[in-house]
Protein backbone atom coordinates (compact mmCIF):
# COMPACT_ATOMS: atom_id res chain seq x y z
CA UNK A 1 0.00 0.00 0.00
CA UNK A 2 1.12 3.80 -0.70
CA UNK A 3 1.90 5.51 2.74
CA UNK A 4 0.83 8.94 2.71
CA UNK A 5 2.53 11.26 4.96
CA UNK A 6 1.37 15.01 6.03
CA UNK A 7 3.15 17.56 7.53
CA UNK A 8 2.85 19.38 9.66
CA UNK A 9 0.22 17.27 12.04
CA UNK A 10 -1.29 20.31 13.85
CA UNK A 11 -0.89 24.25 13.33
CA UNK A 12 -1.41 26.91 15.22
CA UNK A 13 -2.71 30.35 12.27
CA UNK A 14 -4.80 33.61 12.61
CA UNK A 15 -7.49 34.48 10.49
CA UNK A 16 -5.83 36.31 7.32
CA UNK A 17 -3.10 34.20 7.19
CA UNK A 18 -1.26 32.33 4.35
CA UNK A 19 -1.37 28.32 5.66
CA UNK A 20 0.26 25.48 3.69
CA UNK A 21 0.01 21.84 4.38
CA UNK A 22 2.46 19.36 2.90
CA UNK A 23 1.70 15.93 1.55
CA UNK A 24 4.32 13.29 1.08
CA UNK A 25 3.75 9.67 -1.19
CA UNK A 26 5.82 6.88 -0.62
CA UNK A 27 5.94 6.68 -3.70
CA UNK A 28 5.43 8.20 -7.46
CA UNK A 29 1.48 8.42 -7.61
CA UNK A 30 1.62 11.09 -10.44
CA UNK A 31 -1.26 13.96 -9.79
CA UNK A 32 -3.68 11.64 -8.28
CA UNK A 33 -3.92 13.42 -5.01
CA UNK A 34 -7.23 14.66 -3.61
CA UNK A 35 -7.43 17.19 -0.23
CA UNK A 36 -10.48 16.88 2.05
CA UNK A 37 -11.52 19.51 4.47
CA UNK A 38 -12.85 17.94 7.88
CA UNK A 39 -14.94 19.74 10.83
CA UNK A 40 -15.91 18.35 13.91
CA UNK A 41 -18.73 15.67 13.83
CA UNK A 42 -19.07 16.16 9.96
CA UNK A 43 -18.17 14.07 7.26
CA UNK A 44 -15.29 14.77 5.19
CA UNK A 45 -15.77 17.66 2.36
CA UNK A 46 -13.64 17.26 -0.96
CA UNK A 47 -12.04 20.35 -1.57
CA UNK A 48 -9.24 19.92 -4.29
CA UNK A 49 -8.89 16.71 -6.79
CA UNK A 50 -5.86 15.26 -8.91
CA UNK A 51 -3.55 17.38 -7.35
CA UNK A 52 -4.39 21.20 -8.43
CA UNK A 53 -8.33 20.96 -9.90
CA UNK A 54 -10.81 23.04 -7.38
CA UNK A 55 -14.09 21.34 -6.97
CA UNK A 56 -17.25 23.03 -7.75
CA UNK A 57 -18.33 25.05 -4.80
CA UNK A 58 -15.03 25.31 -3.36
CA UNK A 59 -13.53 28.83 -2.47
CA UNK A 60 -10.56 30.21 -4.80
CA UNK A 61 -8.74 30.78 -1.62
CA UNK A 62 -7.98 26.88 -1.78
CA UNK A 63 -5.38 25.84 -3.88
CA UNK A 64 -3.11 22.66 -4.61
CA UNK A 65 -0.30 21.63 -6.21
CA UNK A 66 2.81 19.08 -6.88
CA UNK A 67 3.30 16.11 -8.59
CA UNK A 68 5.06 12.76 -8.07
CA UNK A 69 5.44 12.21 -4.19
CA UNK A 70 4.88 15.62 -2.71
CA UNK A 71 2.01 18.34 -2.98
CA UNK A 72 0.88 21.13 -1.43
CA UNK A 73 -2.51 22.27 -0.07
CA UNK A 74 -2.45 25.91 0.42
CA UNK A 75 -5.06 28.55 2.25
CA UNK A 76 -3.93 32.12 0.71
CA UNK A 77 -6.26 33.79 3.50
CA UNK A 78 -7.21 31.94 6.69
CA UNK A 79 -10.95 32.53 6.95
CA UNK A 80 -12.19 31.65 10.35
CA UNK A 81 -15.04 28.47 8.80
CA UNK A 82 -11.46 27.07 7.79
CA UNK A 83 -10.49 25.83 11.13
CA UNK A 84 -10.41 22.31 10.55
CA UNK A 85 -8.84 18.85 10.03
CA UNK A 86 -7.28 18.43 6.45
CA UNK A 87 -6.45 15.07 4.81
CA UNK A 88 -4.78 14.28 1.56
CA UNK A 89 -5.47 10.77 -0.06
CA UNK A 90 -4.19 9.27 -2.87
CA UNK A 91 -6.00 7.74 -5.89
CA UNK A 92 -3.38 6.45 -8.22
CA UNK A 93 -3.79 2.46 -7.07
CA UNK A 94 -5.91 0.78 -5.01
CA UNK A 95 -6.56 0.61 -2.12
CA UNK A 96 -6.73 4.30 -1.79
CA UNK A 97 -4.58 5.33 1.48
CA UNK A 98 -5.37 8.79 3.90
CA UNK A 99 -2.25 10.70 5.72
CA UNK A 100 -2.73 11.21 8.83
CA UNK A 101 -4.56 14.45 8.90
CA UNK A 102 -3.21 18.22 10.33
CA UNK A 103 -5.58 20.32 12.35
CA UNK A 104 -5.62 23.75 12.06
CA UNK A 105 -6.13 25.49 14.99
CA UNK A 106 -6.40 29.38 16.02
CA UNK B 1 -29.20 15.70 -6.09
CA UNK B 2 -26.82 13.56 -4.80
CA UNK B 3 -27.77 11.65 -1.42
CA UNK B 4 -26.15 8.84 0.70
CA UNK B 5 -27.31 7.92 4.10
CA UNK B 6 -25.76 4.55 6.32
CA UNK B 7 -27.64 2.65 8.30
CA UNK B 8 -26.88 -0.37 11.09
CA UNK B 9 -26.39 -1.14 14.19
CA UNK B 10 -24.85 1.30 16.97
CA UNK B 11 -23.64 -1.14 19.01
CA UNK B 12 -22.24 -4.79 18.65
CA UNK B 13 -20.58 -7.25 20.40
CA UNK B 14 -17.26 -8.48 20.25
CA UNK B 15 -16.92 -11.56 17.71
CA UNK B 16 -20.40 -10.81 16.26
CA UNK B 17 -20.94 -9.41 12.32
CA UNK B 18 -21.53 -5.81 11.47
CA UNK B 19 -23.74 -5.20 8.40
CA UNK B 20 -24.09 -1.71 7.18
CA UNK B 21 -25.88 -0.59 4.48
CA UNK B 22 -25.35 2.32 2.19
CA UNK B 23 -28.99 3.68 0.58
CA UNK B 24 -28.40 6.44 -1.79
CA UNK B 25 -30.36 8.80 -4.57
CA UNK B 26 -29.11 11.16 -7.74
CA UNK B 27 -26.72 8.82 -9.26
CA UNK B 28 -26.73 4.78 -10.23
CA UNK B 29 -24.63 2.38 -9.71
CA UNK B 30 -25.26 0.96 -13.17
CA UNK B 31 -23.33 3.89 -14.30
CA UNK B 32 -20.16 3.17 -16.36
CA UNK B 33 -17.28 4.58 -13.51
CA UNK B 34 -19.47 5.09 -10.90
CA UNK B 35 -18.42 3.35 -7.82
CA UNK B 36 -19.52 3.35 -3.56
CA UNK B 37 -16.88 3.09 -0.98
CA UNK B 38 -16.87 2.29 2.49
CA UNK B 39 -14.71 4.54 4.75
CA UNK B 40 -14.17 4.30 8.89
CA UNK B 41 -13.03 6.81 11.46
CA UNK B 42 -12.30 5.69 14.90
CA UNK B 43 -12.94 8.64 17.23
CA UNK B 44 -9.75 10.86 16.77
CA UNK B 45 -8.47 9.00 14.67
CA UNK B 46 -7.53 9.39 10.75
CA UNK B 47 -10.08 8.37 7.97
CA UNK B 48 -9.49 4.45 6.98
CA UNK B 49 -10.30 3.29 3.45
CA UNK B 50 -12.89 -0.32 3.60
CA UNK B 51 -13.68 -1.21 0.18
CA UNK B 52 -15.27 -0.54 -2.76
CA UNK B 53 -17.70 -1.62 -5.22
CA UNK B 54 -17.85 -0.66 -8.93
CA UNK B 55 -20.69 0.03 -11.52
CA UNK B 56 -19.32 -3.65 -12.97
CA UNK B 57 -19.69 -5.19 -10.13
CA UNK B 58 -15.56 -5.20 -9.13
CA UNK B 59 -14.67 -5.43 -5.89
CA UNK B 60 -12.01 -3.82 -3.74
CA UNK B 61 -10.56 -4.29 -0.24
CA UNK B 62 -8.46 -2.84 2.49
CA UNK B 63 -5.56 -5.10 2.38
CA UNK B 64 -5.76 -5.30 6.33
CA UNK B 65 -9.03 -5.98 6.44
CA UNK B 66 -10.35 -8.02 3.09
CA UNK B 67 -10.72 -11.74 5.00
CA UNK B 68 -13.15 -9.53 7.06
CA UNK B 69 -15.02 -7.88 4.95
CA UNK B 70 -17.53 -8.64 1.73
CA UNK B 71 -19.33 -5.32 -0.31
CA UNK B 72 -22.19 -6.03 -2.78
CA UNK B 73 -25.05 -4.30 -4.11
CA UNK B 74 -28.76 -4.04 -5.30
CA UNK B 75 -28.78 -1.63 -8.20
CA UNK B 76 -32.71 -2.34 -7.96
CA UNK B 77 -32.87 -0.21 -4.48
CA UNK B 78 -29.83 1.91 -5.05
CA UNK B 79 -27.96 -0.01 -1.81
CA UNK B 80 -24.74 -0.87 -1.09
CA UNK B 81 -23.68 -3.42 1.73
CA UNK B 82 -20.95 -4.34 3.67
CA UNK B 83 -20.44 -6.89 6.33
CA UNK B 84 -17.71 -7.54 8.40
CA UNK B 85 -17.11 -10.14 10.46
CA UNK B 86 -15.76 -10.77 13.99
CA UNK B 87 -15.63 -7.20 15.35
CA UNK B 88 -13.31 -6.27 17.93
CA UNK B 89 -13.52 -3.05 20.19
CA UNK B 90 -10.64 -1.59 17.67
CA UNK B 91 -13.16 -1.19 15.24
CA UNK B 92 -15.63 1.13 17.14
CA UNK B 93 -16.07 3.87 14.27
CA UNK B 94 -17.53 6.02 12.23
CA UNK B 95 -18.64 4.22 9.15
CA UNK B 96 -19.27 6.65 6.26
CA UNK B 97 -20.01 5.52 1.94
CA UNK B 98 -18.79 7.61 -0.17
CA UNK B 99 -19.14 8.05 -3.80
CA UNK B 100 -16.96 8.23 -6.41
CA UNK B 101 -17.34 8.95 -10.57
CA UNK B 102 -13.43 8.10 -11.38
CA UNK B 103 -11.33 5.84 -9.11
CA UNK B 104 -8.18 7.59 -10.35
CA UNK B 105 -9.03 10.90 -11.39
CA UNK B 106 -11.87 12.25 -9.00
CA UNK B 107 -11.96 12.42 -5.33
CA UNK B 108 -14.82 10.42 -2.88
CA UNK B 109 -17.21 13.68 -3.63
CA UNK B 110 -20.44 12.91 -2.13
CA UNK B 111 -20.38 11.48 1.18
CA UNK B 112 -22.85 10.19 3.58
CA UNK B 113 -23.47 12.00 6.86
CA UNK B 114 -21.47 8.56 9.32
CA UNK B 115 -22.92 6.30 11.53
CA UNK B 116 -21.00 5.57 14.50
CA UNK B 117 -20.98 2.03 15.58
CA UNK B 118 -19.58 1.03 18.83
CA UNK B 119 -17.66 -2.23 19.45
CA UNK B 120 -18.34 -3.41 23.40
CA UNK B 121 -20.03 -6.78 25.24
Redesign the interface.
Known sequence: ?IQMTQSPSSLSASAGDRVTITCRASQSISR?L???Q?KPG?????L???ASSL?SGVPSRFSGSGSGTDFTLTISSLQPEDFATY?C?Q??S????????TKVEI | QVTLRESGPALVKPTQTLTLTCTFSGFSLTTSGMCV?WIRQPPGK????LA?IDWDDDK????SLKTRLIISKDTSKNQVVLTMTNMDPVDTATY?C?RITN???????Y????TLVTVSS
Request: net charge neutral.
Open positions: DYNWYQKAPKLIYAQYQSYAPPTFGQG | NALEWRYYSTYAPQSSGFDWGQG
